[in-house]
């Protein structure tokens, strides 16, 4: 194709990205955007900023994957729960309390004696406190508006499954089982516990979803830290596992078209206090909002590049097709 052709290609999509009436987002085929949405315990709750300042600023999202924490935000999102109960839900410590549901103190004996005890806290009210929320049409994974995957681990093959079928709030609960805090969850395709075992930023899982850009959110960048933060059980608990799951991170992180890290680092991962989780919300909004024009300028430069290679591969582009090639994000 000759420079002067490309030229007026682009100078015609300019002009029809300008003045043609908009599309319905139904009759478009507009860049399809994933999101991977990381574990890291209540730090996760900046997936909750990171939602709104998309919404806000009207970045469309298509698919969700999300491991523990990212699963439970990004599951109850795409069942069409607002953000504003998802906060609730973090903000009120109701999530907490169903997760450390179980009396651990009475379950300590059996765990050091070996017996039937498979972690501290039983858990077994994180389904019933999640399903309270979602919608009764959006119960299954099969169901949702939006296509959804929760990453968890089975402990029998010792590999990572992506649950994108069956009941939701049981795959939530799933991929946030924190192995020894929390029992897995038995079902009859395995024994699951949080996908950050093995994948803490499922961004493999979030392009398999059929999407053309894939937005990761990692929240356990690591940072150096002081030493007078390392003296207490929770701190240097904190210290360990934030290293350990971005190491796990790495090759995912490297393979997202774009990666937020907003700056969580000095909330604890097991924080239950309601200004550390408003805070973690404000970090995931500022981080966003700061790379919108990036993710903006990409998206509309995929989409030129999808509507040249279409016209390069002998394909007929009409004046619609170069008009989706300039969407109004």
């Known amino acids: 194709m000759t420079a002067f052709r490309i030229t007026f290609i682009l100078l015609f999509i ?142 029998l093959e010792g590999r990572e499954h992506a649950l994108r079928t069956g009941d939701l709030a049981e795959a939530l609960q799933a991929s946030s089982a924190v192995p020894l805090l929390c029992q897995p969850v038995r079902t009859k395709d395995g024994v699951f516990v949080d996908g950050g075992v093995l994948n803490n930023l499922p961004v493999s899982h979030a392009r398999s979803l059929g999407v053309d850009y894939v937005i990761a959110v990692e929240i356990d960048a690591s940072r150096p830290i002081k030493r007078d933060a390392t003296h207490t059980f929770p701190e240097v608990a904190d210290r360990v596992i934030g290293l350990m799951l971005q190491r796990l991170d790495r090759s995912e992180r490297d393979s997202a078209d774009i990666t937020l890290s907003p700056e969580v680092s000095k909330i604890n991962f097991f924080s239950l206090q309601k200004a550390e989780i408003f805070s973690a919300i404000n970090a995931g909004d500022r981080a966003a909002t700061a790379a919108i024009p990036q993710i903006k300028e990409c998206l509309r430069q995929k989409s030129v590049n999808a509507a040249l290679s279409k016209l390069n591969s002998g394909s007929s582009v009409s004046a619609a097709d170069l008009v989706v090639a300039t969407p109004k994000y």
């Not at 009759?27 to 999101?35: D, K, M, N, Y």
């Not at 806000?56 to 491991?67: L, Y």
């Not at 501290?120 to 119960?139: D, E, Y």
Request: glycine share 14%.
């Open 14 to 155: 300019s002009f029809f990205g300008l003045v043609a009436p908009a599309r319905s987002e139904e009759s478009s085929e507009r860049i399809r955007v994933g999101l991977a949405l990381g574990g890291g315990g209540m730090r996760g709750a900046c997936h909750i900023g990171v939602l709104r300042a998309f919404e806000r600023e009207g970045i469309p999202v298509d698919a969700v994957s999300g491991t523990s924490m990212g699963a439970i935000v990004g599951g109850l999102y795409c069942a069409g729960v607002s953000l504003d109960k998802i906060e609730d839900l973090l903000v009120s410590g109701r999530l907490a309390k169903s997760m450390a549901a179980g009396a651990p103190v009475a379950r300590l004996p059996g765990m050091v004696c070996g017996k039937n005890t498979e972690g501290v806290f039983a858990g077994r009210t994180v389904a019933r406190s999640l399903k309270k929320l979602i919608p009764a049409n959006h119960q299954c994974i099969n169901d949702l508006d939006k296509p959804f995957s929760a990453v968890v681990v089975d402990i």
